[in-house]
């Protein structure tokens, strides 16, 4: 049997998207910013796309902007609104996705800015009360947290974090890459000034995403300026020849997840519970990083595996690759390397002796293929076992 339970990663095309995709890659091919007929048909499709993805997310058509992926709308967010507000300072967490974690890194050793990093707890918790000291005593702030962990799992209360951020009037960016498509968000109530998506978390292509920037923000300043400059594309927000198959495609796949999404998320949740389930029962000493095995904090998408210490957790992806399971993960410290999780590293209290797996599902994961995987970590470790007796 093969099973794929890197979902978190990317995910498989859905088939209705490809079927979706296939016109604008053959018969449908003009440049959407001519003027001739070729162009003017395919500039139809790609604003019926912008007006589905802002319809599902209660917003305005004006306030969607298509990019190449979720990386280049956080790099938007951030370096724009830095840039076009004077932001001096910015807030994080060390357990941001290096989308976010790098660029403000990169910004601050160039010092643009001041780079805070909120304190989280072993859980991966983020403490609000320090995220607040941290607002009342820097102005000018831009402060990026995301929605949805992609390592853990945890989920981020953005209506407390936003509502902190409009009371000492700083800007709010959420990475809500691993959440879109998968919890519905309504931003004529979400106080954000800026959230993303990228269409291959959610069965759509890669090489495609958007940016939701509020078109007044919800701190009160105006609109900000370009990322990509060398064009007129996206009302002069990016400059480029628009991926318009990709734009498409994201589209019709964010319009199926949100049609399909209670049914999809009832079906993943039985799966992910059936993993905890059987993982308790029968390997002794497993626990669960972050929040990732309650299913009411974090993503029903994710869970992090915390294995036993022995000598297979540096070869345990290897070994579950050998027997046809795609996973990922790593440990805090990985031996003999300097690679590793730096949201495990972040944790206090982790354990670098531990092996870590991030086992993450999708609608097309089965309850067989669960099964499988349990039994083949339960296998690896009984054999171990028996080498060291």
Do not use: W
Not at 347 to 369: C, Q, V, W
Request: net charge negative; proline share 3%.
């Amino acid at each position: 049997m093969r099973a794929y339970f890197d979902n978190a990663a990317t995910t498989r095309l859905d088939p209705d998207v490809l079927e979706a995709m296939l016109p604008l890659m053959t018969e449908d091919f003009g440049n959407p910013s001519s003027i001739h007929a070729h162009g003017r048909k395919v500039r139809t499709a790609i604003e019926k796309a912008r007006k589905t993805v802002a319809s599902l997310l209660h917003t305005s058509p004006a306030e969607i902007f298509f990019t190449s992926g979720g990386t280049e709308a956080d790099n938007t967010a951030i370096r724009s609104s830095i840039e076009t507000y004077g932001l001096t300072h910015a807030i994080t967490s060390p357990l941001e996705h290096h989308a976010v974690l790098h660029t403000l890194e990169h910004l601050a050793k160039k010092n643009v800015i001041k780079l805070s990093l909120v304190e989280v707890d072993e859980d991966g918790r983020i403490n609000l009360a320090h995220l607040e000291e941290l607002l009342h005593a820097h102005p000018d702030t831009l402060v990026s947290l995301m929605h949805g962990n992609n390592e853990i799992g945890n989920l981020l209360d953005l209506n407390a974090v936003g509502q902190l951020c409009q009371e000492y009037q700083a800007v709010f960016h959420s990475d809500t890459v691993q959440t879109m498509g998968h919890f519905r968000h309504n931003l004529q109530h979400l106080p954000v000034d800026f959230i993303v998506g990228a269409a291959h978390k959610f069965h759509g292509p890669k090489g495609v995403g958007f940016l939701y920037v509020n078109a007044n923000t919800k701190s009160g300043r105006g609109p900000i300026h370009p990322f990509v400059h060398g064009g007129s594309q996206e009302r002069n927000m990016r400059g480029g020849t628009e991926n318009v198959y990709g734009i498409v495609g994201l589209a019709k796949a964010l319009e199926i997840a949100y049609a399909q999404m209670e049914n999809h998320r009832q079906h993943i949740e039985s799966l992910k519970s059936r993993m905890i389930e059987q993982l308790r029962e029968r390997l002794e000493g497993v626990s669960f990083n972050g929040l990732s095995a309650d299913l009411s904090a974090s993503l029903y998408t994710v869970l992090n595996v915390s294995l036993p210490a022995s000598d297979l957790s540096d070869m345990l992806l290897f070994n579950l690759d050998i027997a046809g399971i795609s996973a990922s993960g790593g440990s805090a410290c990985t031996s003999g390397s300097n690679l590793g999780s730096h949201v495990l590293s972040a944790l206090p209290n982790n354990d670098p002796d531990r092996g870590a797996i991030r086992f993450s599902f999708s609608k097309y994961n089965t309850a067989d293929e669960v099964d499988y995987a349990v039994n083949t970590l339960v296998e690896l470790y009984q054999r171990e076992q028996e080498v060291v007796k």
